[in-house]
């Protein structure tokens, strides 16, 4: 006689199983919670575990893993998970654990019998269906001037409310359009509203766009799980960046879509992702040449420069200037310190070279003056550092970027009137800007000329 365990917290359903398989030749062992099940499966190898997904203590996950893990030291059972969800994240997640069938409640006893009638052992994993190749792409006109639009302003998290109404409260994210491009400078909570606009403005036609990665912090990755064109499988993404401080690129994207936080893996989504982790300092996307820095931020943190046939556009969207940090460090031997300074100078020297003579300049300017000082090793600019940094490098036009969550729009117009007024006190003609969202930028081809 075949075996049968059921793992049930509720007493009328382990009851009514027992009824059902006890009449069909089965052996029925109960237990009423996950811990009992698991032990009960250990020593009695049961033919059959029959468990509920959703129970406290210890659930039907948890005992499919315990089970699986034993594979080797004990008999593998038939796993049958039962729960009253129907989604079907939790039906993936089920089989990714090691069930080998999933049954929604309430279920018929027939169903139940089949199921175990269909021999034991695993099922075989079904192969994915494969992906309709991609359609032809449409090519965007390339006799437009390239310009930029600003989708997400705010670094760290999200900050919705009417005092962030005028500068926006989504997190990091550019769209370029240049050269027959679509290129996003990453891929915070902005990229939510520019997926949107897409969908609309490509309607049934498929979709070829870029996404570069500065680095993995949350506000930077957060928004792609809801970026409506990775949810088609005619739409190519492609997304590149550099390897993360602790783990790879991929991974640390798909980590953030598993099942503990999201309820579609990224592997789900039948848009044509691509992600790539960028080992050269200079690479192509079309016609659009894109080169790369190191800045100065926790972790591995790049800024990218794109040169567009009017122009390029630099983004550093976090970035401490090595200088400023490094005169704020104490406890050094004098001659240390001066050593400890140039070598942050030469560093600084690197990023002024990196932006010299671009177009746009975007770039974390988080604080004021005042307010770095309590938020040196933060890993963020201030406004005035900005402004010197951008003047020093002959830029044309600088935006204020990643405005700090506890700005509101009052606080960000007096940083951005500071920045104006130190332009002014230098006797120059850089153009200044808070970045905000909605906003466009044309870059002018002539003046390339
Ligand atoms: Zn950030
Ligand atoms: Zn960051």
């Known amino acids: 006689m075949k075996t049968v365990l059921v793992v049930d917290d509720d007493a009328s359903v382990r009851q009514q199983i027992a009824k059902w398989l006890g009449s069909a030749g089965w052996h029925v062992l109960e237990a009423a919670d996950g811990t009992e099940g698991i032990q009960l499966a250990i020593e009695l190898q049961p033919e059959a575990v029959i468990c509920s997904l959703l129970m406290p203590g210890c659930n039907g996950f948890q005992i499919c893993r315990a089970i699986r893990e034993r594979a080797g030291v004990m008999e593998q059972p038939k796993i049958i998970v039962t729960t ?110 520019l997926g ?36 088609s499988p005619h739409n190519k993404v492609r997304i590149f960046g550099y390897e993360g401080a602790r783990k790879g690129l991929h991974s640390t994207l798909t980590s953030q879509m598993e099942s503990p936080y999201f309820p ?34 926790p972790g591995v943190c790049v800024g990218y420069r794109v040169f567009t046939s009017a122009g390029s556009i630099a983004y550093l969207p976090d970035n401490e200037p090595f200088q400023r940090l490094r005169s704020h460090s104490g406890g050094e031997r004098a001659s240390d310190y001066i050593e400890a300074l140039k070598y942050a100078s030469a560093q600084d020297q690197k990023i002024i070279e990196f932006i010299q003579d671009a177009d746009v300049l975007i770039i974390d300017s988080q604080y004021d003056d005042v307010e770095y000082q309590s938020h040196v090793g933060w890993g963020h600019g201030c406004v005035d550092d900005v402004v010197a940094l951008a003047l020093f490098a002959k830029v044309q036009q600088l935006f204020l970027f990643h405005h700090d969550p506890d700005h509101d729009d009052a606080q960000i117009s007096r940083m951005l009137d500071r920045a104006r007024q130190l332009v002014a006190l230098h006797g120059e003609t850089l153009a200044v800007d808070a970045a905000r969202e909605g906003l466009e930028h044309v870059l002018n081809p002539t003046a390339k000329a």
């Open 264 to 297: 579609v893996s990224m592997r789900h989504m039948p848009g044509n992702i691509a992600v790539t982790e960028l080992r050269e300092r200079e690479f192509q996307i079309g016609n659009v040449k894109v080169t790369t820095a190191f800045v100065n931020h």
């Open 196 to 231: 949107q606009a897409l969908a609309k403005e490509f309607s049934d036609q498929p979709i070829n766009l870029t996404l570069l990665i500065t680095h993995t912090h949350w506000d930077h990755i957060q928004g792609f799980p809801f970026f409506i064109p990775a949810y």
């Open 84 to 193: 009253g969800s129907v989604y079907a994240t939790d039906r993936r997640s089920a089989i990714e654990v090691g069930a080998d069938e999933y049954l929604v409640k309430p279920f018929k006893a027939d169903d139940l019998i089949r199921i175990l009638d269909l021999g034991q052992g695993r099922r075989p994993v079904a192969a994915a269906a494969p992906r309709p190749p991609p359609k032809n792409y449409t090519s965007l006109p390339t006799d437009v001037p390239p310009r930029l639009k600003f989708w997400g302003v705010r670094g760290s998290i999200p900050t919705p409310g009417p005092s962030t109404v005028f500068y926006g409260g989504n997190t990091s994210c550019v769209e370029i359009r240049a050269d027959g491009e679509i290129i996003i400078l990453d891929a915070g909570s902005g990229i939510r509203p």
